[in-house]
């Protein structure tokens, strides 16, 4: 009977522990390859969850910004109407906590809504520079109310566009 030679399964052995060892590294690269995807696509759906959260953010000052600047111009508005009706002057710088807000609202607000605020605060000065204190309460308002009024209504529409509001509509059950 012939023996094997030592040299074959010397061979096998060392063409095994060849096989084993490239089993092993071809299934970590594949693990990491696996691992490297689920991490960059988690990091993608953080991403997309911070950006929604910062818009959101964004959105909310947004709002705050438009309520506080119509919150300041409308006191400053019954100020002009105390001035003008009652006979009390306005304060020095009477305009002061409007055009602050005006400056945060330009801040947050798309260009259309800062655009209309300041035509908003314009007209909001001239109608308080225009009223002469003490005057006789007026049947008709003021060019400059009107103006003021006109450019109020604008801005809603513009703050309601901004914000995906829609304007209400008419009831027809009260036409």
Same mark, same amino acid.
């Given at each position: 009977?012939?023996?094997?030679? =030592?040299?074959?399964?010397?061979?096998?052995?060392?063409?095994g522990?060849?096989a %084993?060892?490239?089993?092993v590294?071809l299934t970590?690269?594949?693990?990491? #390859?696996?691992?490297?995807?689920?991490?960059?696509?988690e990091?993608?759906?953080?991403?997309?969850?911070?950006?929604?959260e910062?818009?959101?953010?964004?959105l909310d000052?947004?709002?705050e910004?438009?309520?506080?600047?119509? %919150? $300041?111009?409308r006191? +400053?508005?019954?100020?002009?109407?105390?001035?003008?009706?009652?006979?009390?002057?306005?304060p !020095?710088?009477?305009?002061l906590?409007?055009?602050? /807000?005006? =400056?945060?609202?330009?801040?947050?607000?798309?260009?259309?809504?800062?655009? %209309?605020a300041?035509?908003?605060? $314009? +007209?909001? =000065?001239?109608?308080?520079?225009a009223? !002469?204190?003490?005057?006789?309460?007026?049947?008709?308002?003021?060019?400059?109310?009107?103006?003021?009024? %006109?450019?109020? /209504?604008?801005?809603?529409g513009?703050? #309601?566009?901004?914000l995906?509001?829609d304007?209400?509509?008419?009831?027809?059950?009260?036409?």
């Open positions: 009977m012939g023996t094997t030679p =030592l040299w074959v399964p010397l061979l096998v052995a060392g063409m522990l060849v %084993t060892l490239t089993g590294l970590a690269r594949n693990a990491s #390859r696996r691992e490297d995807l689920r991490w960059k696509r990091r993608e759906r953080e991403r997309e969850l911070w950006a929604r910062d818009g959101q953010r964004t000052h947004r709002g910004a438009y309520i506080d600047f119509y %919150t $300041k111009v006191e +400053c508005s019954l100020r002009i109407h105390e001035h003008g009706y009652e006979g009390a002057s306005l !020095p710088h009477w305009q906590p409007a055009f602050e /807000s005006f =400056l945060r609202l330009q801040i947050f607000a798309v260009q259309g809504v800062s655009e %209309t300041l035509e908003v605060y $314009k +007209c909001l =000065l001239d109608w308080g520079l009223q !002469p204190p003490g005057a006789e309460e007026q049947e008709e308002p003021t060019s400059e109310e009107i103006d003021f009024n %006109t450019a109020l /209504s604008a801005f809603f513009a703050v #309601r566009r901004d995906g509001v304007p209400p509509q008419p009831d027809p059950a009260v036409d």
